[in-house]
C-alpha cells in the first residue's frame, strides 16, 4: 500500500517558556540517502523520545525523523503536568465503559507516572520532574457533591487520597467550593525531557534525522519504506507514527479533533509555593479549565481557555485577551496570584478524543505499521505509555491494555 501525506500544521504560536535557554544538539548531519533500519519512528517530540528510548533500550536498531527540530513540535507547548488523572473523571469513564475498564485505565496511568520518575532517576536524566499531588477543584462539570462520589469510585478501586472542602482550601490560599487532592502525579520540563530521552536513545545507537519529512509511506507485509521530501529513503521491519497532531491519512482519525489552547508563564517569583505548600498541580472540572503549576525554577504557569479550532491566524489573534482571561481566573482562584505579570506566552494545537483516551496500536490495514497518537490533557503520561504498548506489540504479545487503545477500539 503506497500513501502520501504532507499535512503540516502550524502546531504553536508566541514563546514557550521551555525554549528560553540552550537546548542540546540532537540530530545527527546526513551521512547517506538511503538507511536501513528496524524501526523507524515518525516524529521526535515526547512521543518519539519515549519510544525511541524504549525500544533502544530492548537492543532494537532504530531511526527517528522529524520535519523540525526535535521537541519543536506541541511538546515545546506543554505545560507538562504528568498528570494519572485523565481529562475525564473516572465517574465519565465508569459511565461510558464500566467500572473494571475505568479502574485498568487509572492504575495503569499511575503506575505509568511513577514510572517516568523511576526512568529519569535511573538514567540521570536532568528534566526537571518533580513528584507532585494534583488539586482538582470542583467547577462547573463536577460539583462537591460529585467531587465526593469520584473520591468513593477512586477509594473503591484502591486510589487513596483527601476531600477538601472549602475551608481546607481557603487554609492553602485558594478559593473554592471542594476539591480532591491525590498524590500520583508530577511536572517536569517537556523539551528537557523528550531531549534527554533521545539522548540516551542516541546513546545506545538511534539515529536522528531532521529536519527530513516523511511525505510517502509503503507498508507491506515485508517491510515498509519511508520517502523523504528531502530525497531519503527508509527502510525498516516497522513504522511507528508518532507525528503528534499531523496524522497521515491512513490513520484512522475519526474519533480525535484539534483545538487551541492557551499557556502562560509568570518570571521568577516568591510566589510559587501559591497552589500549596507541597506545589499540588491545580485543575478545574470545568470546561474550558484552568490549570496552574510551578516550574523548577519558581515560575507560576497557568493553562487553559481552550478553544474549538486549531487556526493559527485566529490563535495569535486570541492571545492577548486568552492571556488576561487566563490570569484573570487564576487569581479569582489564588488571591495569593493578584498583579503578577507573565513573561512567556504561547498557544499551542491540542488534541482530544471522544473518550478521553489515546490512540495507540497496529493501524489497521497497514502491515507492520503502528501508531501512538490522540493525546489529551495528560497526553505525556500516554506516551510513556504507548512505549510500553508498542513494545509489547513488538514482542508479538499484546499488552492486557492494549484493546482499551487500540485506534479501531468501538
Ligand atoms: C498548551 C498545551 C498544554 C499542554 N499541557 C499538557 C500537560 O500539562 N500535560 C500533558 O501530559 N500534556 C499536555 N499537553 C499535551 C502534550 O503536550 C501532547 O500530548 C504532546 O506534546 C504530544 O507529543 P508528541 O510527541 O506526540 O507530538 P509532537 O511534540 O507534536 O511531536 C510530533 C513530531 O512529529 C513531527 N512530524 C509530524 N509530521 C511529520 C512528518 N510527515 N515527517 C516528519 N516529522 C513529522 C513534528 O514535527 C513533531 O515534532 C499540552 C498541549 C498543549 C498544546
Known amino acids: 500500500m503506497t500513501r502520501l501525506d504532507d499535512g503540516a500544521i502550524s502546531l504553536r504560536s508566541g514563546q514557550s517558556v521551555w525554549l528560553a535557554g540552550e537546548l542540546p544538539e540532537t540530530a545527527a548531519p546526513r551521512e547517506k540517502s538511503i538507511y536501513e533500519t528496524e524501526i523507524a519512528i515518525v516524529g521526535a517530540g515526547i512521543t518519539g523520545a519515549f519510544l525511541a528510548e524504549r525500544f533502544t533500550r530492548e537492543g532494537r536498531c532504530v531511526l527517528v525523523i522529524d520535519r523540525r527540530d526535535p521537541a519543536k513540535g506541541s511538546t515545546a507547548a506543554s505545560t507538562a503536568m504528568l498528570l494519572w488523572e485523565l481529562d475525564a473523571s473516572l465517574l465519565e469513564l465508569e459511565d461510558r465503559m464500566g ?34 499531588p494534583s488539586l482538582y477543584l470542583a467547577g462547573e462539570k463536577l460539583d462537591a457533591a460529585d467531587l465526593r462520589e469520584e473520591r468513593r469510585i477512586r477509594e473503591h478501586i484502591g486510589i487513596a487520597g483527601l476531600y477538601l472542602d472549602e475551608g481546607e482550601l481557603a487554609a492553602r490560599g485558594l478559593i473554592g467550593e471542594a476539591g480532591l ?24 545507537g538511534a539515529v536522528v534525522l531532521s529536519p527530513a519529512i516523511a511525505s510517502v509511506y509503503e507498508t507491506t507485509t515485508d517491510g ?20 503528534g497532531y499531523e496524522m497521515p491519512d491512513f490513520v484512522p482519525a475519526a474519533r480525535h479533533s484539534l483545538c487551541t489552547s492557551w499557556a502562560l508563564a509568570t518570571a521568577q517569583t516568591k510566589s510559587a509555593c501559591v497552589p500549596g505548600p507541597d506545589g499540588a498541580l491545580l485543575w478545574e472540572a470545568s470546561d474550558p479549565y484552568l490549570y496552574i503549576r510551578t516550574t523548577a525554577d519558581g515560575r507560576v504557569i497557568i493553562g487553559g481557555e481552550d478553544e474549538d479550532f486549531s487556526d493559527a491566524e485566529k490563535r495569535k489573534a486570541l492571545t492577548p485577551q486568552k492571556a488576561q482571561t487566563l490570569l484573570a481566573k487564576a487569581a479569582k482562584r489564588c488571591p495569593g496570584l493578584v498583579g503578577v505579570e507573565p513573561e512567556f506566552v504561547w498557544s499551542g494545537v491540542f488534541g482530544e478524543t471522544e473518550d478521553s483516551l489515546p490512540m495507540i496500536g497496529r493501524i489497521p490495514g497497514a502491515p507492520n505499521s503502528l501508531a501512538a497518537y490522540g493525546y489529551g490533557g495528560n497526553g505525556i503520561t500516554f506516551s510513556a505509555l504507548a512505549a510500553d504498548l508498542l513494545e509489547a506489540e513488538l514482542r508479538g504479545r499484546p499488552d492486557e491494555d492494549s484493546a482499551l487503545y487500540a485506534l479501531d477500539r468501538s
Open 224 to 243: 515498509v519504506t519511508i520517502a523523504t521530501r528531502e530525497g531519503d529513503i527508509i527502510r525498516a521491519r516497522t513504522l511507528v507514527l508518532a507525528s
Open 99 to 132: 467500572l473494571e475498564a475505568a479502574a485498568r485505565i487509572a492504575v495503569r496511568c499511575r503506575r505509568q507516572v511513577a514510572a517516568i520518575s523511576a526512568l529519569v532517576n535511573e538514567f540521570g536524566i536532568a528534566a526537571d520532574v518533580r513528584p507532585r
Open 181 to 204: 487532592l491525590y498524590p500520583g502525579s508530577a511536572d517536569s520540563d517537556p523539551v528537557k525531557l523528550a531531549l534527554g530521552l533521545m539522548t540516551l536513545a542516541i546513546a545506545r
